[in-house]
């Protein structure tokens, strides 16, 4: 629920076990590998993506009740947006939006904005905790037409990227893309 630049974004998960022990720190872990602002390829907002936990956890143990994840904004500012007021960006949800609801929320993206997965790297760390040993590795495979080759890699390769590719090659070619894209405006 929420906005980019409403209030803040949260999360209600629901079905989550009773008496489980929650790590909120693994929460924050993961967190911080979604944080922008980590290299010049990405947003350049500073939200510090902390979070309070609005029910169903009680003494670092989960209640069985809806578990209920806010994150505040603290760094919104729709004027950076104003440009865009009246155009649709690319690679973004602008035209979406205003087709399926007939508004759309121009600052930042409203629902559609990366700052929404906040919400969803939140929920997944959850469930890594409740589902155990289980190792799940993700990367970017394709940016524009530049396509890393199919691998198998290891969180440390992928995390040595800014752009998150295991590929050196790859991640250069694409971090290259992605300047030349950004330059052209």
């Known amino acids: 629920f929420g906005e980019s630049h409403g209030g803040g974004l949260g999360v209600v998960l629901d079905g989550v076990p009773h008496d489980v022990a929650l790590d909120l720190d693994l929460v924050r ?19 510090a993506d902390e979070f309070e936990v609005l029910s169903g956890l009680f003494e670092g143990r989960t209640l069985g009740t809806p578990l ?8 919104a500012d729709p004027r950076a947006y104003a ?25 930042g993206g409203g629902r559609a904005s990366a700052r929404e997965t906040v919400a969803r790297v939140a929920a997944g760390a959850v469930a890594r905790q409740l589902l155990g040993a289980v190792e799940i590795v993700a990367w970017v495979h394709r940016v524009g037409d530049v396509e890393a080759p199919a691998c198998d890699p290891s969180l440390d390769a992928v995390e040595a990227s800014p752009v998150r590719c295991p590929d050196p090659a790859s991640a250069a070619a694409m971090e290259a893309l992605i300047r030349a894209v950004r330059a052209d405006g």
Do not use: I, V
Request: without cysteine; glycine residues 4%.
């Open 68 to 75: 209920t994840f806010l994150f505040r904004n603290t760094h």
């Open 83 to 107: 440009p865009f007021k009246d155009l649709y960006r690319p690679s973004h949800a602008d035209f979406t939006s205003a087709a399926k609801y007939g508004h759309r929320d121009w600052r």
């Open 29 to 47: 872990r993961d967190l911080a590998r979604r944080r922008p602002g980590q290299s010049a390829l990405t947003s350049m907002r500073a939200e």
